[in-house]
């Protein structure tokens, strides 16, 4: 039996075991999925990569989240969601201003979160 992909998704999180996580249920609900530990990795595969959808985390060394989503979205039409701890008001004005289209809390439902990639990626 062969799956089909509902389409790429890159995630951009330093910490390696929330990196491994999130791709092992994508993965699980047949995305094909391209993990990185920063914001100038993820700027570098965006273009060889063709991501359909990025997901980030706010805090990461370098290049924080909402600078990354600011790049890509002035480069790129793709979809990016905001994962993160760091719920406050401040984090989410930031988030929107700087062109993020889903700001998601950790922690979350796995089903919450597929459900809204799907929304982005199929409708």
């Not at 909402?66 to 480069?75: A, G, M, T, V």
């Amino acid at each position: 039996m062969t799956s089909t992909l509902l389409g790429k998704i890159m995630i951009v999180d330093d910490d390696a075991m929330n990196r491994e996580v999130m791709e092992a249920f994508l993965t699980f609900e047949h995305f094909d999925v391209v993990a990185v530990k920063d914001g100038w990795l993820a700027l570098e595969k965006i273009e060889q990569e063709k991501p359909n959808l990025v997901m980030l985390d706010l805090r990461m060394p370098d290049m924080d989240g909402i600078e990354l989503c600011r790049q890509i979205k002035s480069q790129y039409a793709i979809p990016v969601f905001i994962i993160t701890g760091m719920d406050t008001l401040k984090e989410r004005s930031e988030s929107k201003a700087a062109g993020a289209d889903e700001f998601i809390s950790r922690p979350f439902e796995v089903e919450t979160l597929i459900h809204r990639i799907k929304a982005y990626l199929l409708y």
